[in-house]
Structures are given as C-alpha cells and as structure tokens.
C-alpha cells in the first residue's frame, strides 16, 4: 500500500525505478533480530538477496552477519563494515583468488561444499601461515517443498557434500593441519512456507552432529542456512512470522551447551521492502487478449521469466477503482516469456499509470541486467 505522499514522490521519478520502504526493512530486521535472541540464535544476512548499499547499511546497523557466495559479496562485505568474524562464505565453486581474498580478511568461516575444495583451502591457507575455519556443507537430502529450481538439498543438486562422502571428508579434515573444522552447514532451497520442511531438517542435522562427533569432531556451530518465505500474495501483510521460525528449531533440534546456531536468512528479511514502480506504455486490446505493456521487463525484474514467480502487479494511478478488466502484463524485452502476469484482474488501464509490482526486495534489483542494452534500474528510497 502506498501513501499519497510516496505516489506524489513517485509522479517526478524516471521509471521503472525500485522503491524501497525502509521503514519497513527495519520494522521486519527489528522483528527477526529480537525473535532471534529469545534463544540467542545468530543470523547472518544473505547478502545475494540484495546488495543495494542502503538497505546493507540497515541491515549492518542491526548487528547481523553476511553470508556471501562470492569474493565480491566478501569485499562489499568488509567494505561496508560488517564484523569480519561475522561473515561466512559459501559456494560451490569458489575460486583461488576468492579463497585468498577471504583468508587476507579473516573471515569468520568458509562453508566448505566439496572434500577438494577442502584441500585446496588447506594448501592455500598453508602458503600464508594461516589456519582456516570451515563448516561442511551437507546436502541432507530433505525435500524444501518448493520451486524446483530454487530446491538445494536434494541428492540430485550441485550444492554441498553428499552423506556418502562424508567419511572420506573426515580424513581430510583430520590431516589437514591448515584446517580448524568448527561446524556444519546446510541450505535446502528457498521460498520455504511449509514450517514442517524445517523440522525435517533438524533431524537430519542432529544425525549428522551426532555422526562428527562420534568421530571425535567437536562441533561449535550448526548452521543452518535461510529459505523462509514470505507472502507474496499478500504484500500488505509484510513482516514474516520470524518467531514461529525460530521455535521450530528451538524445540527439534539438539543443541549441546556451547554451540552456536547460525542461520542465513535473505528473502524473508528483504522481500516485502520494495516494490518495481513501472509505467504504462502501450495498451493493446486484441481479440483474445488484452497487453498491458510496461517500461519495466525481465531485465528488471528476472523472477517472473526464470521461475514463472508471482509477484501482485497493481495499478497504483487507479487504485480505488474496480478491477474489471484482464490483461496479460508484459515488458518491452523482446522474449515471450518477458511477462510478470497473465489474465491479471486489474481496474481498465490507460498509457501513463503507473503499475506497482510488490514484494521485489530479494532477488529483483540484484538480478537485472543489461539485455537488450537495457540501462541500469533507478531506485527511490523512502524518506
Ligand atoms: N544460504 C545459502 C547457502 C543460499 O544459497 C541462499 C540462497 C541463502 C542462504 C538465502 O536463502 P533465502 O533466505 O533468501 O531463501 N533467485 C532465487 C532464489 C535463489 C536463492 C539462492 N540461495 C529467487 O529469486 O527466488
């Protein structure tokens, strides 16, 4: 829902631009960081849901960590002024430099995904004199019940070390002297809105801390990754229910007495904060169809064309009035899947209004691009 004052704002802004309510970013961080501490939980923020630099400052500001899958979110990290031994790195295909980067900053810790990885972080932490943390990332193979292709811990996906390997990862990690093992991570998949897919993963975590420690690990931190969802059909209602979230794990899994346990939220921190305000080029009434055509596309917003994600488009010029009228809701780009809605009730819409699509503060900005020469998103904070 947007102000008078925010449309009035809106009215003198190129579009499409991404607005971001920050008020609301730290309504939703203030909500999370105190259902958090109830049991002293820890969160890093998973900084490839959004990097854009005011939302990092607010999110910094709130004492989170950085979870970074890249040597640019690890730099822009430390640029920004998180707690160096805040940040975790995660990724299946770090690369030498990247790993050197993060060593050079003493991160906090690597969550490691394959046993080479593990042994080439050994060598090159040896070649500086330094001892690196790592948490092994386990695929646990629990269903996250959601998109396809935003599910990570199956057998089938790329992410993390397979249960089967997990021996032959012991011996690594037992002779490898530039190597201090403190944990283990996991990350399922994301959108998750089906709570009881995170009690699934609480039992396979304490399996596997159970499996270390009967080896002689002893484990500080279990970390157990991000993925809760948010309403996307219902962006008025905002700020995810972070202390549901929280109790899950409070009740199901086994924490020891002096270990930590880390979580690695993104879209449920970010999501609801901004919405793509985009304007009305064409509308095309056919025989079959009516287009309603935008100035913002796929290259703005990706989610709709990758994963055919919902996202409430609304006509903020015309708010009030009775959605009567269907239109298929596309972009300029020339893709037919640059769409964000089909056969969307919507009030009838002429050249010029402007058009709302809600919930864009995770993976939209970040993931624009420049197809078709396109130019950068502008953004327009709240005041
Ligand atoms: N930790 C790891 C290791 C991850 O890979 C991710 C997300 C997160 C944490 C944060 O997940 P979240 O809490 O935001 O669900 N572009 C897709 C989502 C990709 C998620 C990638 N990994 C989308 O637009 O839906």
Not at 238 to 244: C, G, L, N, S, V
Not at 303 to 310: D, V
Not at 329 to 355: A, M, N, Y
């Amino acid at each position: 829902m947007f102000s008078n004052k925010d449309k009035a704002r809106f009215a003198n802004v190129e579009t499409p631009f991404y607005y971001y309510d920050l008020d609301l970013l730290q309504k939703t961080l203030s909500s999370c960081a105190n259902a958090a501490k109830v049991y002293n939980f820890h969160v890093h923020y998973a900084m490839k849901a959004n990097f854009n630099p005011a939302v990092l400052e607010k999110i910094k500001d709130t004492g989170f960590g950085a979870d970074c899958v890249s040597g640019g979110e690890v730099t822009r990290a430390v640029a920004v002024g998180f707690n160096h031994q805040q940040i975790v790195f995660a990724g299946v295909g770090k690369s030498d430099k990247e790993i050197n980067d993060a060593l050079d900053q003493d991160i906090f810790c690597f969550n490691v995904e394959s046993i080479q990885e593990l042994e080439v972080i050994d060598e090159l932490a040896a070649k500086k004199g330094k001892k690196a943390k790592v948490a092994i990332r386990i695929n646990p193979n629990v269903d996250a019940h959601t998109h396809h292709n935003i599910t990570t811990g199956l057998d089938e996906n790329k992410f993390g070390i397979n249960s089967w390997d997990l021996p032959s990862c012991a011996e690594t990690l037992k002779t490898a002297v530039n190597l201090e093992f403190i944990g283990i991570h996991f990350h399922i998949g994301s959108q998750i809105t089906n709570l009881d897919v995170y009690k699934n993963l609480c039992i396979r975590v304490n399996e596997f801390a159970t499996w270390f420690e009967e080896r002689g690990f002893a484990i500080k931190v279990l970390n157990v990754g991000g993925g809760l969802g948010i309403d996307y059909h219902n962006p008025d209602q905002q700020i995810p229910d972070f202390e549901a979230y929280f109790k899950i794990f409070n009740d199901f899994l086994e924490v020891r007495t002096n270990q930590e346990v880390h979580f690695e939220l993104g879209r449920a921190l970010v999501g609801q904060c901004s919405s793509l305000i985009s304007k009305v080029l064409y509308v095309k009434n056919g025989k079959k169809k009516n287009f309603i055509i935008l100035d913002a596309g796929m290259t703005e917003l990706m989610r709709p064309a990758l994963y055919q994600a919902y996202h409430k488009i609304e006509n903020i010029s015309r708010a009030e009035e009775d959605h009567n009228t269907k239109y298929d809701v596309v972009g300029p780009i020339c893709e037919s899947t640059d769409c964000f809605g089909k056969e969307v009730e919507l009030p009838e819409t002429s050249r010029g209004d402007l058009i709302a699509l809600r919930s864009t503060g995770a993976y939209g900005e970040v993931m624009a691009s420049h197809y078709n020469l396109r130019e950068n998103v502008n953004v327009l904070l709240s005041e």
